[in-house]
């Protein structure tokens, strides 16, 4: 019985692009082999952490939705949440992706941020 593989992505620099694509897990070719038909992936993400690695706070900002979209109401974790010089922010849940959802956003300051996650991919 095939069960859900935990995936982990980043750590990745989040730039002033607030609508930079970070996570999506759409598979482009669904070819397989004969006799059976391949689906779309979903992704379960669990844990997002955020660092600061600069001496000053640094907002983020976080959407769930279209891809290079950030549409008012798709808002995601945080909306200019801070994080404080030289510390994180963490994040918990189980908050499914299927292969039309984007996890998109970006930080109010070049780089200061570096965001990594983990979570779940199995098929949908």
Do not use: C
Request: proline letters at 4%; zero cysteines.
């Amino acid at each position: 019985m095939a069960s859900n593989k935990i995936f982990t992505f980043g750590p990745v620099a989040l730039t002033t692009t607030l609508t930079t694509n970070i996570l999506n897990g759409n598979v482009t070719s669904l070819a397989g082999p004969v006799g059976f038909t391949l689906t779309q992936p979903l992704i379960i993400l669990r844990h997002i952490r955020i660092v600061n690695k600069t001496a000053s706070a640094a907002t983020f900002s976080l959407w769930k939705g279209a891809t290079g979209a950030n549409t008012a109401g798709t808002e995601f974790i945080g909306n200019a949440l801070s994080v404080p010089a030289n510390s994180a922010f963490d994040w918990y849940g189980a908050v499914p992706f299927t292969s039309t959802d984007f996890f998109v956003g970006g930080s109010a300051t070049a780089t200061a941020l570096t965001i990594q996650g983990e979570g779940e991919i199995g098929v949908s």
